[in-house]
């Protein structure tokens, strides 16, 4: 019984997520303000972490686990990156 409803949530959360990919996909392409394109591909990369940890979920598979570690560090490092260069003009110093 608890299997089935773990394979639910799961299902539910991932459907969630995907309409959630979707949104934040629409404002980074119709943000009005670059800040709303940062705040909304933020918003993606986080999203996507969590679709890609409840795949790892429903698999068991270490692999998806590994992946989503790398979008974290990755998206991390680009929002900074972005940011930076919105207030400054310049990401390298």
């Known amino acids: 019984m608890s299997v089935l409803i773990l394979g639910c949530a799961l ?3 991932q459907v969630m997520l995907s309409v959630a990919i979707v949104l934040a996909a629409w404002r980074v ?3 009005p303000r670059a800040q709303d394109r940062v705040l909304g591909l933020d918003t993606l ?6 679709l890609i940890v409840t795949f790892g979920i429903r698999t068991g598979s270490n692999f998806y686990f590994e992946a989503a570690l790398v979008i974290a560090l990755l998206g991390f490092t ?5 940011a930076k260069f ?5 990401v390298i110093e």
């Not at 680009?78 to 972005?82: N, P």
Request: glycine share 10%; aromatic share 4%.
């Open 11 to 13: 299902i539910a959360a």
């Open 29 to 31: 392409v119709h943000g």
């Open 45 to 50: 990369y986080v999203t996507a972490l969590l």
């Open 78 to 82: 680009a929002t900074v990156a972005m």
């Open 86 to 90: 919105l207030m400054r003009g310049e």
